[in-house]
């Protein structure tokens, strides 16, 4: 049974920063690319940051040069460290792990969502 659980949302002024932090149980982080996707109110889930189990990171044009997707394989944690955060990142933010080690796999597992909000 694999779960994964996100933390960290919540309410930012425009400008601000936030880390959302993903713990996996079940498997190890580092034997899967992992991602972060993003939801908003009536819209479709769309990607935000990939990383590859040889650690090449991707990301949304939207959020390229503030988001910055990182792991730590010990604490089988996936973190998304946004800054500079806009009004149009308010969203549900969902983690997800991979098929397999390459993210062109695609995706089949995720967590529940934490709420983030910009003002």
């Known amino acids: 049974h694999v779960q994964l659980v996100e933390s960290g949302g919540g309410s930012v002024q425009a400008g601000g920063s936030l880390r959302l932090s993903c713990t996996v149980s079940?498997?190890?982080?580092?034997?899967?690319?992992m991602g972060w996707f993003r939801q908003a109110p009536r819209k479709e889930r769309d990607w935000v940051a990939r990383?590859?189990?040889?650690?090449?990171?991707t990301f949304a044009d939207s959020v390229k040069g503030r988001f910055t997707i990182s792991k730590d394989n010990a604490k089988n944690t996936l973190y998304l460290q946004m800054s500079s955060l806009k009004p149009e990142d308010t969203a549900v933010y969902y983690c997800?792990?991979?098929?397999?080690?390459?993210?062109?796999?695609?995706?089949?597992?995720w967590g529940q969502g934490t709420q983030v909000t910009v003002s």
């Open positions: 990383l590859d189990r040889s650690g090449y990171t």
């Open positions: 997800a792990r991979g098929v397999a080690g390459a993210c062109s796999y695609g995706f089949n597992r």
């Open positions: 079940g498997a190890f982080t580092s034997d899967y690319c």
